[in-house]
């Protein structure tokens, strides 16, 4: 995979990301960031991909190799850091090359605006108009910039985005008051089973929310709700896709979403079965100790998250 592949998608994000990383380079820590896994002898450095079932670093055509068994491959990122971006389209074109057409789902769009996408996928609307139809600043508001490569790519490719989350206002609105606010026809937009159930989920949520500074979240349980909805909602459009078609597909979401299979790829095997892999995008910030759950495989990224141009970020989704 040659980097002047993703280069040309968007030379204008690969600039921008270059930027924000060449910055985080002038100011060097005192002690490299190096990373050891559970239970493994050794560290590893930025840059490595790292199989958390052997222990083992990978090189990136290993590491696409291993991939082809998989009928669903969740891609984490931390929204706001650029190298993540870069590297979800080196993986995406890899995938697309090595093994042909596959399905792709986003978190980042909510479901109900699936016409919006297609009609700008289809070629039938500009992309000021999809921006403004989709709502990005509201729905989403990272830049826009940080995801445009990804739809560009797929956009040329005649390829279909599928919106798998929960309208936001709805999921705003449990984070508030809880489901049982919810009016009949707010409750039919989400996921027919919503699993509460889950306490390793919980106390890991629980940690979340004591960092939490929104000030409208004022009881856990209704956070915690919240994100269980934004989780089985994905999940259920996700199962329902596969439990129709047979095409690998890849989904990318916040890592939040995906460490240690808590969150959406738990609550999708429980709905379809299918051969699944998970990958976390982990920035290192100094000398870390991973965990064997986390992830089946973790890239070893930069911490060069930027903050985003469009004011705050709505979107309450934890961020390892």
């Known amino acids: 995979m040659k980097f002047a592949e993703i280069r040309s998608y968007l030379p204008v994000a690969f600039f921008m990301a270059s930027l924000a990383m060449g910055g985080c380079a002038l100011t060097k820590p005192v002690m490299p960031p190096l990373a050891s896994v559970e239970g493994v002898r050794g560290h590893f450095r930025m840059g490595r991909i790292i199989n958390l079932d052997t222990g083992k670093a990978l090189s990136f055509d290993r590491f696409i190799d291993q991939l ?3 009928g669903l ?3 984490g990122e931390k929204h706001n850091n ?14 697309l090359a090595r093994y042909g057409d596959l ?28 921006l403004r139809d989709v709502d990005w600043r509201k729905t989403w508001s990272f830049d826009y910039y940080f995801y445009r490569p990804l739809i560009f790519m797929l956009k040329e490719k005649k390829s279909r985005i599928h919106a798998i989350n929960a309208p936001n206002n709805i999921v705003r609105k449990v984070a508030r008051s809880g489901l049982d606010s919810l009016k009949p026809e707010e409750r039919n937009q989400l996921a027919k089973d919503i699993d509460l159930s889950n306490e390793k989920h919980r106390a890991y949520l629980r940690d979340v929310y004591k960092q939490h500074t929104s000030q409208d979240l004022k009881k856990f349980d209704y956070f915690y709700q919240a994100q269980c909805v934004w989780e089985d909602t994905m999940a259920e459009n996700i199962a329902e896709y596969l439990k129709e078609n047979e095409q690998r597909m890849v989904v990318f979401a916040g890592n939040g979403h995906i460490i240690k299979g808590y969150g959406i790829p738990e609550r999708t095997l429980k709905r379809v079965r299918v ?6 995008l982990y920035p290192l910030t100094g000398r870390t100790t991973i965990e064997k759950e986390t992830a089946d495989y973790v890239w070893l990224t930069g911490d060069c998250s930027r903050t985003h141009f469009m004011g705050r970020h709505r979107h309450a989704s934890p961020q390892p």
């Not at 590297?87 to 995406?92: A, E, R, S």
């Not at 789902?105 to 999809?130: K, N, W």
């Not at 051969?275 to 976390?280: D, F, H, R, W």
């Open 73 to 75: 491959i969740f891609i």
């Open 275 to 280: 051969n699944m892999a998970t990958i976390v």
């Open 68 to 70: 082809e068994s998989k």
């Open 82 to 95: 650029p190298e993540h971006h870069l590297i979800q389209v080196q993986i995406l074109q890899a995938l």
């Open 103 to 130: 399905s792709v789902a986003m978190e980042f769009f909510q479901e109900p605006r699936q016409p919006v996408l297609d009609r700008y996928m289809e070629g039938t609307s500009t992309e000021s108009a999809f």
